[in-house]
């Protein structure tokens, strides 16, 4: 395979920021059976232990433009918070292992879906505010583990963040595509330019 040769204006498109583009590309998996394409409720999506189970949120990311060779230097998702929260959700974030992910819906869920061997735990473990963006740890190793897949097409990335034991009524609400585009999830890449 050839190396890419990034133009000046490849880089620049490689270091934006990638965000949901269409309703379809976020929502809120419930108890790993039930699939809310617009968050469950006023277009907010539950991380965490709602009291009754687990819910999980779907992020795909479309035309990521990332070739197979490129190394990830950092890599985190930010997302902005739909709600005051004293809350303390256990998160851990997987990628969705394939080449191009598709579309979730509710034969698509998020749960049926391959994951990455790379996952990355994050406890947020502070006070959220309403409308305030918050950032992940770095996951570089999961979108690594994805573009260094030899049939990745550079056509989508999905990405699950799950609640993982949180305490029972605890979870983050976070806005969705749909509550404006300006409040969707983003995930911000950080490449090596000596490709």
Not at 6 to 22: D, N
Not at 41 to 49: L, P, R, T, V
Not at 84 to 89: E, F
């Amino acid at each position: 395979m050839a190396k890419f040769k990034p133009s000046q204006s490849s880089i620049k498109r490689v270091f934006s920021k990638l965000r949901i583009i269409v309703n379809t590309d976020d929502g809120e998996e419930d108890y790993d059976t039930t699939w809310y394409p617009n968050g469950f409720a006023s277009n907010q999506i539950s991380i965490g232990h709602d009291g009754t189970g687990s819910n999980d949120a779907g992020l795909r990311f479309l035309r990521p433009l990332l070739p197979n060779n490129v190394k990830i230097i950092k890599a985190v998702l930010r997302v902005k918070s739909a709600v005051n929260s004293t809350k303390r959700p256990v998160f851990v974030i997987k990628g969705i292992k394939q080449p191009s992910t598709l579309s979730f819906d509710s034969t698509h869920r998020p749960s049926q879906q391959p994951k990455t061997t790379a996952t990355v735990a994050w406890v947020p473990g502070a006070d959220w505010a309403i409308n305030t963006w918050y950032e992940s740890p770095d996951i570089k190793s999961i979108i690594q583990e994805i573009i260094d897949q030899t049939e990745f097409t550079n056509k989508a990335i999905g990405i699950a963040i799950e609640d993982n034991a949180s305490p029972s009524n605890n979870y983050e609400n976070i806005w969705d595509f749909n509550s404006g585009n300006a409040n969707a999830p983003q995930l911000i890449l950080t490449i090596d330019a000596n490709l």
